[in-house]
């Protein structure tokens, strides 16, 4: 197995320049250590190993119960997944409560997405073992997200953090993950899938957009928070890991490092739908559910 991880360059000074960036608590409040020059991962009870380019893509200590639900889902460890994945989970969270004012819908998820396992030539079959991606059909249908796949040697980054009793990010470090029928499940959505899949107003969204409003909001969507983005209420959120408001510039700078802007099909920043806030309340959606775990 341990040919499967790489070892971690993980220190305290990439840690503490996360930290620096508002996206990683500092060490006594997070509860975090670095990994450097461990060639296998040995995490203390309690622990888990997460990856520095997680955090720039909307990861959080405690996690979301909603990315918690989707690993029990489908089985998984958070070191199973690549950051595209979770910046994808991010940007699905983020769209959910900003832009249509409900928690994260599952259903919906799973109309959207599944998951797939890793190519079997070269590469860990543990950190980065399986991969989300829009289901087939869907590409049209969903947020235009060039993600930059051009990310090298976030596996070599990894370090330990504190989470809390009970959560379902707790996993082998050894497990290598089999394909489950859960990874490309797609029962007949109706109802709410196609109610929702209405409501969204397509055509002025795009995954630029909703990200941009997320780092703009300091806010990490997979965290776990006092409350949603519906009712962000500003630079004094108790939500913001920061209140430090980003400079445009550097949000753009961010934003490069997870788009690959060589792609020019995206909404008109004029044209697009504005997100809501306590100043700005969403619609009242009624649903049986929204994150249906």
């Not at 991962?41 to 309690?46: A, H, I, R, S």
């Not at 089999?178 to 929702?196: N, P």
Request: proline share 5%; aromatic share 12%; charged share 25%.
């Amino acid at each position: 197995m341990a040919k499967e991880w790489k070892k971690s360059r993980s220190n305290m000074r990439s840690l503490n320049g996360l930290v620096e960036m508002g996206l990683l608590h500092n060490q006594e409040l997070g509860d975090w250590r670095a990994l450097e020059g461990e060639s296998y991962p040995d995490p203390c009870v309690g622990e888990i190993i997460v990856f520095e380019d997680f955090f720039k893509r909307g990861f959080g200590i405690p996690v979301h119960p909603f990315l918690q639900g989707l690993l029990l889902y489908y089985e998984i460890g958070i070191c199973n997944l690549h950051p595209n994945s979770i910046l994808l989970i991010s940007t699905f969270i983020h769209l959910c409560e900003a832009y249509v004012g409900i928690e994260p819908h599952f259903d919906l998820f799973c109309y959207l997405f599944c998951l797939r396992k890793k190519g079997a030539v070269g590469g860990s079959k543990i950190a980065c073992g399986v991969y989300l991606n829009l289901c087939d059909g869907m590409k049209n249908r969903y947020l235009n997200c060039p993600w930059n796949t051009s990310l090298t040697e976030w596996n070599k980054k990894g370090f330990y953090v504190r989470e809390e009793p009970g959560s379902s990010t707790f996993y082998n470090v050894g497990y290598i993950p089999e394909k489950r029928v859960s990874w490309t499940d797609r029962s007949d959505f109706t109802g709410q899938v196609a109610d929702l899949m209405k409501l969204i107003d397509w055509s002025r969204l795009d995954g630029p957009g909703v990200v941009g409003n997320f780092i703009c909001h300091r806010v990490m969507p997979c965290q776990r928070r006092v409350h949603s983005a519906y009712e962000y209420a500003g630079s004094q959120d108790p939500t913001r890991m920061s209140p430090k408001v980003l400079e445009k510039a550097e949000v753009q700078q961010l934003l490069n490092e997870l788009f690959n802007f060589a792609d020019d099909n995206f909404v008109r920043s004029d044209d697009r739908m504005q997100a809501f806030k306590l100043g700005r309340l969403a619609p009242r959606v009624m649903l049986l559910t929204d994150c249906t775990f």
